[in-house]
Nanobody
Framework: QVQLVESGGGLVQAGDSLRLSCVASGRAFNTYVMAWFRQAPGKERELVAAVTRGGDWTYYGDSVKGRFTISRDSAENTVYLQMNNPKPEDTAVYYC???????????????WGQGTQVTVSN
């Protein structure tokens, strides 16, 4: 079992910055990949960014490349999402998720956090 707790969401103006955090507790085996997903109303859940424990593999969705950065403190089992120059279309509930192997498919992620709302205003 793995428990994930996200924090850092809120209201931000377009062009500002915001950092999300997710702390994982439980079996380390299951946290090889830590990822951020998001889901906006009426849309499917999409993978925003993901990173392996050693940082040797990272993934970014096309819509956030060059603006968001994922990083990980493996000692603290914490993953961060630095959101620079956010846009109104980034408004969504952001979820932290973990898996024991590399995958970009939401359905394969076993453990999820409760989500944190990010709202970007003009």
């Amino acid at each position: 079992q793995v428990q994930l707790v996200e924090s850092g969401g809120g209201l931000v103006q377009a062009g500002d910055s915001l950092r999300l955090s997710c702390v994982a507790s439980g079996r380390a085996f299951n946290t090889y990949v830590m990822a951020w997903f998001r889901q906006a109303p009426g849309k499917e859940r999409e993978l925003v960014a993901a990173v392996t424990r050693g940082g040797d593999w990272t993934y970014y969705g096309d819509s956030v490349k060059g603006r968001f950065t994922i990083s990980r403190d493996s000692a603290e089992n914490t993953v961060y999402l630095q959101m620079n120059n956010p846009k109104p279309e980034d408004t969504a509930v952001y979820y932290c998720a973990v898996h024991h192997s590399i995958t970009t498919a939401p359905a394969e992620y076993t453990y999820w956090g409760q989500g944190t709302q990010v709202t970007v205003s003009n």
